[in-house]
Antibody
Framework: QVQLQESGPGLVKPSGTLSLTCAVS?????????WSWVRQPPGKGLEWIGE???????NYNPSLKSRVTISVDKSKNQFSLKLSSVTAADTAVYYC??????????????WGQGTMVTVSS | QSALTQPASVSGSPGQSITISCTGT?????????VSWYQQHPGKAPKLMIY???KRPSGVSNRFSGSKSGNTASLTISGLQAEDEADYYC??????????FGTGTKVTVL
């Protein structure tokens, strides 16, 4: 059973860079799946941030593209998110999620528990 | 890419059926049969309930069903139960390897 676990600092200063990692357990990150980041500001809805394939190919939400970098580390079976020039508007619960390529198309079938990141000085 | 439009809240009594709409555009919901629905209880991660408009993942109750007409997708919950009280989000593939979520709907069981 594949599981995802987010980790990273819970507090980031304004104008700084938010950095999170999602560890994949119970399966290989090199399987036929895209790996995504989704965020949810307090009391608000979900926003897709972007995704990565184990080859390193990425796709980003145009609204965040200039500030987002998603990378993969196959040796550690994990992928990461970096969001630069953060403001209070980036305060949110950040989730990592899996999007299968061969079934359950266009859906996120496995999610991490989420990690709260607050942007504040 | 704008968020898909959902009603802010929907309510029903136990045993009743409710339907949540999800309205997009011809660039997302209207163009692809890749609409999914997620259930989210407070403080928890979203859970996939429906994918590819109307398919249910293994383990999801058959009380949940999905459909689509034009630019609007719908999620129906039949035989409403107390445990169904949660937030529900739709999501659609929007082309160019992009995804867009709905605004979310709070379901209340009266």
């Amino acid at each position: 059973q594949v599981q995802l676990q987010e980790s990273g600092p819970g507090l980031v200063k304004p104008s700084g860079t938010l950095s999170l990692t999602c560890a994949v357990s119970g399966g290989s990150i090199s399987s036929s799946n895209w790996w995504s980041w989704v965020r949810q500001p307090p009391g608000k809805g979900l926003e897709w941030i972007g995704e990565i394939y184990h080859s390193g190919s990425t796709n980003y939400n145009p609204s965040l593209k200039s500030r987002v970098t998603i990378s993969v580390d196959k040796s550690k079976n994990q992928f990461s998110l970096k969001l630069s020039s953060v403001t209070a508007a980036d305060t949110a619960v950040y989730y990592c999620a899996r999007a299968p390529m061969q079934e359950l198309l266009g859906a996120f079938d496995i999610w991490g528990q989420g990690t709260m990141v607050t942007v504040s000085s | 890419q704008s968020a898909l439009t959902q009603p802010a809240s929907v309510s029903g009594s136990p045993g009743q059926s409710i339907t949540i709409s999800c309205t997009g555009t011809s660039s997302d919901v209207g163009s692809y049969n890749l609409v999914s629905w997620y259930q989210q209880h407070p403080g928890k991660a979203p859970k996939l309930m429906i994918y590819e408009v109307s398919k249910r993942p293994s383990g999801v109750s058959n009380r949940f069903s999905g459909s689509k007409s034009g630019n609007t997708a719908s999620l129906t919950i039949s035989g409403l139960q107390a445990e169904d009280e949660a937030d529900y989000y739709c999501c659609s593939y929007a082309g160019s390897s992009l995804y867009v979520f709905g605004t979310g709907t709070k379901v209340t069981v009266l």
